[in-house]
């Protein structure tokens, strides 16, 4: 596990009530952040499920319909409101830290973890997934390996600027109770 240290200045307790789990497609942001919400008795939000019931459209469509820019705004309101709430995990889109400083925001107003994991490791994740990924639609498994491995370089350095970096294979979220209760 890494902490970053560089932008202590307005870290407090407090901004543990809001935690924000980052990380590529796959990284199991989801599954661990309601797990780890019921632990500490959090609520938890799905950023890409908020997204969903407030546009009235899943996700393909919106990205189909309106277009990933407009996805990407959509994702920035979503997140402004999620900084007002307290006691709450939050899972966020695999692209949302990388767009419109939104990796800024949610270190200034919550705990961002990143959730670390190897491009193979993300393709054995992704190819098996049932979940629709506009990004990844019918890629092979060489394509997919391809497209992992270039975006998570482009990526990278807005992960790696989470207040916590942990590996995430096999990753229990005890483990993330603990890193938060230690801080
Ligand atoms: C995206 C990741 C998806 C979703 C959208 C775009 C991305 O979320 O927000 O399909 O740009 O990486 P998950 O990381 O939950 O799959």
Redesign the pocket.
Same mark, same amino acid.
């Given at each position: 596990m890494v902490q970053n240290q560089t932008d202590n200045s307005a870290w407090t307790g407090k901004m543990k009530s809001r935690i924000f789990l980052i990380g590529?497609? #796959?990284?199991g942001?989801?599954t661990l952040g309601s797990k780890l919400a019921r632990k500490i008795g959090f609520d938890f939000v799905d950023m890409?499920q908020l997204i969903e019931e407030t546009a009235g459209m899943r996700?393909p469509a919106i990205?189909n319909e309106h277009g990933e820019q407009i996805?990407r705004k959509w994702?920035h309101d979503i997140l402004l409101e999620l900084c007002d709430r307290e006691n709450v995990v939050v899972?966020t889109? #695999?692209?949302?830290p990388c767009h419109n400083d939104m990796i800024r925001i949610m270190n200034d107003h919550g705990a961002t973890i990143y959730i670390q994991l190897p491009p193979l490791a993300l393709k054995d994740r992704l190819f098996y997934s049932k979940?629709e990924?506009?990004?990844i639609k019918g890629k092979s498994e060489p394509e997919l390996v391809e497209f992992i491995t270039t975006l998570l370089g482009e990526r990278e350095k807005y992960y790696q600027q989470a207040r916590y970096i942990v590996n995430g294979v096999n990753l229990k979220p005890e483990e993330l109770a603990a890193l938060l209760e230690g801080s």
């Open positions: 590529f497609m #796959g990284s942001k989801s890409d996700i990205f996805f994702e899972s889109g #695999g692209g949302a979940t990924r506009p990004l």
